[in-house]
């Protein structure tokens, strides 16, 4: 029976911010994903160098 108090050992460490991180990563992954999809539909004649300079500059701008 509780009376009220509770360990602090028990709770998960920082749930809050590893959601919050396991979010941005999702997010991220997302956005990376449309944009190659986006490149590849829409500009189909660029090359594979092209696309990856492209990607490594979105990647930056994530950071």
């Known amino acids: 029976m ?6 602090r ?3 998960p460490y920082r749930n809050y911010q590893s ?3 396991a979010g941005r990563a999702t997010m991220r992954t997302q956005a990376l ?8 539909v829409h ?3 660029l090359s594979e160098d092209e696309r990856a300079t ?3 500059e979105f990647k930056q701008t994530l950071e």
């Open 2 to 7: 509780s009376d009220g108090n509770f360990n």
């Open 9 to 11: 050992n028990l709770l």
């Open 19 to 21: 959601g919050l991180r």
């Open 33 to 40: 994903r449309a944009l190659e999809a986006l490149l590849a």
């Open 43 to 45: 500009f189909p004649h």
């Open 54 to 56: 492209l990607m490594a």
